[in-house]
């Protein structure tokens, strides 16, 4: 009987252990991500006025233990194939993401000027759906959030 109630109280103790650590990890997290500012998803993903065609560029930053990845998405007609993404180097309010696939090299900086808005410039050649190799990017809702409505392009 006593053994069975230490049992019971060790696993007691070991539940309310596990839920802190996941507490203390989740406010870690959120703090890393919080304290650079880099959260949420920006783009600049609109639909062709006459066509419909989609066009543009989305982030969306996404915590992790260590502080974020990027879900990168274009659209050049259709949505392409989204990618997963690692930053190489991060400031306060700069990133810089330098990765090879097999489609090739992905290699771009993002700046945070706002806590709504920031700047990709392209370093691989792409250029943004303005046709120069850098844009902004305003946060919204992801655009394979259930219901987002695309913006005609201007």
Not at 91 to 102: D, F, K, L
Not at 108 to 137: A, M, W, Y
Request: glycine share 10%; with cysteine; net charge positive.
């Amino acid at each position: 009987m006593n053994r069975f109630l230490g049992m019971r109280v060790r696993c007691f103790l070991g539940s309310v252990l596990s839920v802190y650590c996941l507490c203390s990890f989740a406010a870690d997290t959120g703090s890393k991500v919080g304290e650079i500012g880099f959260k949420g998803t920006f783009s600049d993903i609109c639909a062709h006025p006459e066509t419909g065609d989609l066009l543009g560029t989305e982030l969306s930053f996404i915590p992790t233990p260590n502080g974020f990845v990027v879900l990168f998405q274009q659209a050049e007609g259709a949505l392409l194939k989204p990618e997963l993404l690692v930053p190489k180097a991060n400031a306060s309010r700069r990133v810089e993401i330098q990765q090879s696939n097999q489609g090739g090299a992905i290699s771009f900086s993002v700046e945070l000027k706002s806590k709504n808005e920031l700047v990709i410039q392209f370093k691989d050649g792409q250029i943004t759906r303005n046709g120069t190799p850098s844009t902004t990017l305003r946060r919204r809702p992801a655009i394979w959030s259930d219901g987002q409505k695309v913006d005609n392009c201007r």
